[in-house]
């Protein structure tokens, strides 16, 4: 039987064991009682399984309130353990929000629970099989993009918002002389009334296409097209009748249904921004890992995952941020096909977190953003965007950015300005 298995951080005053059978029964064939028409053949065929539960810690009182466990007050102690359950993909068939309400959903409202997180989940390459591959990944981007040996560096449009087309189109005529390879728009600039989209992307456009004919260059901009779904289309076709190559959408309010959707209607390059992640992951023991996260939404067939930066402006641990760029360059299940997306390192970054990008990821494969490491650089963004180049070239060397700096001046006023910050 094909299924799927997913992986909990559990907690909560009664046997692990017992909590565990009741998460596999709520979330599949039974309830907390056996109902009538629960036959033991139906049982066999749609039942999930608990397949382990690893006793981890324990703690004197519960991490999260539980009208349940206060009515009931047991006695404790409040017992933490990691628990795989395995589910019949028969009960859920090619259905992105029913996968997710599945592995996840009623489970975070059970009484007996006082601590539960998704951590992850596997999938067979068979079920992989029934949602679209990414439409152009990393191969693609870079063949977009003519970037084949090093990451691709990209900028955002600062100031986030308040800026009119013809001003974010003279930045970008400017970040386009400068040399940079990817922009995107910022999370909170969709479609404001100031820059609305229908005069922003032609008016981008006509500054990206010009420098594609005098350089054979072309940058990729992944316009924020966030917004109710059949708007969302209509956002793409706008793209891509300009000739556009990437629409970029905040995942977490779009949802898995809005990016499925998305997808199958365009084949532009989906630049997906995580922003919202931290309310699901922040808190050890509630919500949802990043495994399981971008796993969803790479089912949902996305191109780029943020993964926030090393050393940058939010809360993630240098092992989180390599944790998830290593996940999105892995295939999403073994048995599967190569799927891999592009992970868009941002946040703080600048030339001199490079190094440490590049070692958490083991690859270049990577975009590696840098808002003010460009726009902010003494030099400006041409100086900005050599620093990056400069970098990557000393470091490929086998030198030290101190090294290195020696020589290349563009890379020498990015350590001696946001060195000291």
Avoid at 13 to 41: I, L
Avoid at 103 to 132: M, Q
Avoid at 349 to 354: E, F, K, P, S, V
Wanted: glycine letters at 10%; hydrophobic letters at 45%.
């Amino acid at each position: 039987m094909e299924r799927i298995v997913a992986e909990y951080l559990l907690e909560t005053p009664y046997p692990p064991e017992d909590v565990a059978a009741m998460m596999a029964g709520e979330q599949s064939s039974g309830t907390f009682v056996r109902v009538a028409g629960e036959t033991d053949e139906l049982r066999a065929r749609a039942a999930a399984e608990v397949l382990s539960v690893e006793l981890l810690d324990e703690a004197a009182a519960p991490t999260l309130h539980s009208a349940y466990v206060a009515r009931k007050a047991p006695p404790g102690p409040f017992r933490r353990a990691r628990v795989r359950i395995a589910f019949p993909t028969g009960n859920i068939g090619r259905n992105l929000p029913t996968l997710a309400a599945t592995v996840s959903g009623n489970l975070y409202d059970i009484g007996e629970i006082t601590g539960l997180k998704l951590v992850s989940f596997e999938i067979p390459g068979s079920y992989r099989a029934r949602y679209p591959l990414p439409a152009h990944g990393i191969a693609g981007t870079r063949r977009i993009l003519g970037v084949a040996d090093r990451p691709i560096f990209g900028t955002i449009i600062k100031p986030n918002l308040g800026m009119r087309p013809a001003e974010i189109a003279a930045l970008v005529d400017q970040l386009c002389a400068a040399g940079v390879d990817f922009i995107k728009d910022d999370e909170v600039c969709a479609n404001p009334d100031i820059a609305p989209l229908s005069e922003r992307v032609p008016a981008v456009m006509e500054e990206i296409r010009k420098w594609e004919d005098r350089t054979g260059r072309r940058v990729m901009m992944a316009f924020n097209i966030t917004d109710e779904t059949d708007a969302m289309r209509r956002h793409a076709d706008l793209v891509r009748d300009e000739g556009g190559s990437c629409v970029m959408a905040s995942l977490n309010w779009c949802g898995l249904s809005g990016m499925e959707t998305l997808r199958a209607h365009t084949d532009l390059a989906i630049h997906a921004h995580r922003n919202g992640f931290g309310a699901m992951s922040r808190h050890p023991l509630l919500g949802m890992g990043f495994q399981a996260y971008h796993a969803l939404y790479r089912l949902a067939g996305i191109d780029h995952m943020h993964v926030h930066g090393i050393d940058g402006k939010f809360v993630d641990t240098a092992d989180d941020v390599t944790e998830a760029a290593r996940a999105c360059l892995q295939p999403l299940c073994k048995d599967g096909p190569a799927d891999a997306v592009m992970p868009a390192f941002s946040s703080g970054q600048w030339a001199g977190t490079l190094p440490q990008t590049l070692q958490a990821a083991q690859s270049h494969d990577l975009m590696f953003m840098c808002g003010g490491g460009i726009l902010a650089h003494p030099g400006g963004p041409q100086a900005g965007i050599a620093s990056l180049h400069e970098a990557y070239d000393v470091l490929k060397s086998g030198r030290s950015l101190q090294d290195g700096a020696i020589a290349h001046k563009a890379l020498a006023g990015a350590l001696d300005f946001f060195g000291a910050r």
